[in-house]
């Protein structure tokens, strides 16, 4: 009798110890899935950022911004299509980070290549009066 008392006393005792520890568990796994979600919206802003900057310094043409425009818009329809039930898998966190740099190498590529870009005359030179002068 005295070592089955003991046994349930054991047995008592550690499940009241070992469920705090695994109730918390479940907690740490959502927190490192908000991680990934906030990561992947922030390398998606910086990009956008990164386009946009191009478009004002004139480095990317019409034809390169639209085609850079249109896979940032897909790449961010399926980060919402994957964080829809809640939480971002190892999977698709992995499979959206590979779909970030491939855009962002083609980003790099477009702004540094040494096509010759549109030069907005109208704008820049349409009330100089050099400008007039040349075409009278």
Known sequence: MNTIYKTLVVTTFSFLVATPVFADYSGKHRYCDYDRET??????DRQQ??????????SLTYK????????????????????ED???SRKEY????RKLDR????IRE???????????????????D???????
Do not use: C, F, M, P
């Open 86 to 88: 809640g939480h971002l």
């Open 39 to 44: 990561s992947v919206e922030r390398r998606l």
């Open 94 to 97: 992995k499979r959206l980070n």
């Open 64 to 83: 390169e911004t639209k085609k850079l425009k249109k896979k940032h818009r897909n790449i961010r329809r399926l980060s919402r299509e994957y964080q």
């Open 49 to 58: 950022h990164r386009i946009d900057a191009g478009v004002n310094r004139d």
């Open 110 to 128: 477009y702004k540094h290549n040494d096509l010759v870009r549109y030069v907005r005359y109208h704008d820049n030179y349409a009330q100089t």
């Open 130 to 136: 050099n400008y007039v002068s040349k075409w009278r």
């Open 103 to 106: 855009l962002s190498e083609l």
